[in-house]
């Protein structure tokens, strides 16, 4: 068995969220409010967990100001799994939300040796011109890069000095019991990326208010950190910050783990061409069908870990019945591995054709997302 590693920096061999959940006192989805059925990523649960999302649901529904905040660690190609986030900043975007978007370039640099230069470099290539192509406008949106946060000092300064008053407010203790191994490194990228998810709430920004951070569920150790340290603050006040987790891409391999940018055994990036998607949905995607078309046929096979399937249910497959005839026949082994797998590999790529021409557009209006 691989070996498993879960931590905000690394995730590596099979989920299992339900531990999770406990372990880290998240809380599940509930029934959500009607619009929230536009989005599949809702609707089918895909974003599964929360903390005080109630007080999200209450801003929409009294129509009151929020923040969307979330950021991105600029390493490697722009896949499959980061589409499920950019799908959330621009349901939210939708809403009429403020969307804020960190580059976290510095983390990058100090837990994975990137330089600066090639940060900015895939940030804007992979990342902001997915984003775009994706649908995000440049209305009410703020993309900054950590390691400059804005061209008007103020501002800026506010938010490198709410990073370091941050520190007091913390102990070394809960920074070992919330990490384990910390280096002075990651300790730093825990406190810039609390003043991320806190600094829109300072004057130089929007003001106090209610902020959602949607993330992949490794990220909630940074959240625990944040909300703890806020509360202790009395001058500026800080709104508990709401936080929204989503079930991770499985890659290519199922089972292993998650699409992750630094296995490219794992993934399927949003540039692939047809016949990489092709070649890799045949030979890689893992199938829980049966062994032989004999056996599928008798035994059915399982859609729970076909990651045909889950690609088709998190990201492809619009039609709710569609997708529930497909599961069905699937189970019955009326659908064969072969049939899912072509299904699959037809839709991924309508999908990219769509999206890759969008994408020549959006590399033309990356400067106006660029404050
Ligand atoms: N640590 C996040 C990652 O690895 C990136 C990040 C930086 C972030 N600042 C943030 C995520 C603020 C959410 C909110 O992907």
Redesign the pocket.
């Known amino acids: 068995m691989k070996k498993r590693v879960f931590d905000?920096?690394e995730v590596k061999g099979p989920m299992n969220y339900d531990k999770l959940v406990k372990e880290f006192g998240v809380s599940t989805l509930k029934t959500l409010p009607g619009i929230f059925n536009k989005e599949l990523l809702f609707r089918r649960k895909i974003v599964f967990a929360h903390r005080d999302y109630q007080k999200i649901l209450e801003s929409i529904r009294d129509k009151k100001k929020f923040v969307m905040?979330?950021?991105?660690?600029p390493t490697g190609k722009f896949h499959l799994g980061h589409a499920i986030l950019a799908k959330q900043f621009v349901f939210y975007q939708k809403l009429g939300a403020k969307i804020y978007i960190?580059v976290?370039d510095i983390?990058a640099y100090n837990t994975r040796n990137q330089s600066l230069e090639q940060s900015r470099k895939i940030a804007i290539e992979e990342y902001i011109t997915n984003y775009i192509a994706m649908g995000l406008s440049p209305k009410n949106v703020e993309i900054y890069f950590?390691s400059n946060r804005s061209k008007d000092a103020k501002k800026a300064n506010a938010y490198y000095r709410l990073q370091n008053l941050l520190a007091r407010h913390a102990t070394f203790n809960e920074f070992k019991a919330v990490y384990g191994d910390i280096t002075p490194g990651k300790m730093l990228?825990s406190l810039?990326?609390a003043s991320?998810?806190l600094h829109s709430q300072l004057p130089e920004f929007e003001n106090q208010c209610q902020i959602v951070?949607p993330?992949?569920i490794?990220?909630d150790p940074?959240l625990r950190i944040a909300r703890d340290i806020s509360k202790r603050i009395k001058n500026p006040m800080f709104t508990q910050l709401s936080s929204t987790y989503h079930l991770f891409a499985p890659g290519l391999k199922g089972p292993k783990g998650k699409m992750s940018a630094s296995n490219p055994n794992s993934y399927i990036a949003l540039t692939d061409s047809p016949k990489e998607v092709k070649n890799k949905i045949n030979r890689y995607a893992f199938s829980g069908g049966q062994p032989t078309l004999a056996q599928h046929k008798e035994k059915g096979g399982n859609p729970d870990i076909d990651v045909s399937y889950q690609y088709l249910k998190m990201l492809l497959e619009e039609d709710d019945k569609k997708l529930l005839q497909i599961r069905e026949d699937y189970k019955t082994g009326k659908l064969t591995t072969g049939e899912l797998k072509a299904y699959t590999i037809q839709k991924l790529n309508s999908f990219l054709k769509e999206h890759q021409k969008e994408m020549k557009k959006a590399k033309k209006l990356v400067s106006k997302f660029l404050g």
Request: hydrophobic share 45%; charged share 15%; no cysteine.
């Open positions: 905000p920096w905040m979330t950021g991105l660690m960190a976290a983390e950590q990228s810039l990326q991320d998810m951070v993330v992949g490794d990220q940074h």
